[in-house]
């Protein structure tokens, strides 16, 4: 029993330890990772931005399918709580809460990922320039504005595609930052094809060594580099000079390709939708929650509710750690979530001591009634936590499939918090409660 009790008190500390140095980190990095708390939209506004649609005429399921890979790309720069719908037959609106750079953002979300290998017959393209390939040789991007008439001919030649971006192997994308290279540390996208473009792109560059070839994303020329050697099997990397590139492209290409094209028809920075003042009334009415919680614990429980308070500030800090790893955006209902699993945990501490005091006035022994106070509430626990767990899990599968994120962060932080609550509540209380009242008894 006591080599237990110790086991168990050296992993809480050394959890609560890390939880600390998270929590405290400096900067708010810790071993290199940003920990710094993400806040949604409610609490502290974004960016929003309108696509539509650059065809006259699209199909609804379409502008569906689109939305769904917005929203996959999204996931992919660590913005969560975003909102991602559709607006009327052609159009989709993007929320994104405070994220730090919003034009890489949008460029992200709305280039349609498709990546093309051209033949340019030995030439060399600047990177940036705009071309048409046999791919897709009538780019939005070269398509004229609303109100302008259309050029006789759409802009320069077409260039061969060596490759189809339908034939891109999503799974294969993989990133590499940094590392060593021919010139030092770079970032780089690894890729693959698959059947014809694989062969194509190996016959190709096996027939062209020292020739250049173009990399084009969305129709817009990445670079032209020098072939080296021939492309076996269809894969390689793409190196790029910065992080912010490599990011880029990565999520354009691995959360698959837009099935349409689209442009931005506007983009706007909006405020929280709370206001600072529902969020400080909010604060204040959970502070005073928890203080009256913790007061009645204290005064009608005495020592098993000191012990059941350590607890919630051990439980606290733990799961505000854990928030910031993954990390969790924390929104309103995402609070919340977080004070509801607070009084789960409280309801635990109060079937265990319950349970407790009455082992004690029939006189049974301490260790006897400690026993049986955990061994008797636990079956309660375990099936009340269940049913909790149950319900995030609709909640939060609820919210995936119809893109309801606030319910989404609500499930999150309330699964996460009964699963804290399982180990804080049940292994921290039993093990202080037990050395706590050993000591008292043989002082």
Known sequence: MQSRDLSSLVVIGVLLGLSLWINFAPDNTWLGRNVAVRLGLDLQGGTQVLLKAADAEVDPDVMQTAAGVIERRVNGLGVAESIVQLSGRDRIIVELPGISAPEQAIETIRGTGKLEFIDTQGQYLQPGVVVRTSGSPNPALLQPAAGQEAAPELGGPIYESITDGADLDTRAVQPRFGGSGTIGNQYAVG???????????????AANIQRPMCIVLDNVVFSCPVVQAALLGGSGEITTGTREDAERIFN?????????SLQVESSRTISATL?????????????????????FMMLYYRLPGVLATVALLIYAAISFALYKMIPVTLTLPGIAGFILSIGLAVDANVLIFGRLKDELRRGRSLRVAVEAGFHEAWPAIRDSSAATLITSFILFMFGNSFGVSLIKGFALTLGLGVLLNLFTAVVFSRTLEWRVRRRVCSS
């Open 191 to 205: 890729f693959a094809f698959t059947g014809e473009s694989a062969r194509r792109l190996e016959t190709f560059t």
């Open 252 to 260: 354009q290409l691995k959360y698959g390709a837009l099935p349409v």
């Open 275 to 295: 206001g600072q003042e529902s969020v400080a009334v909010s604060l204040e009415a959970g502070i005073i929650g928890l203080t009256t919680v913790v007061l």
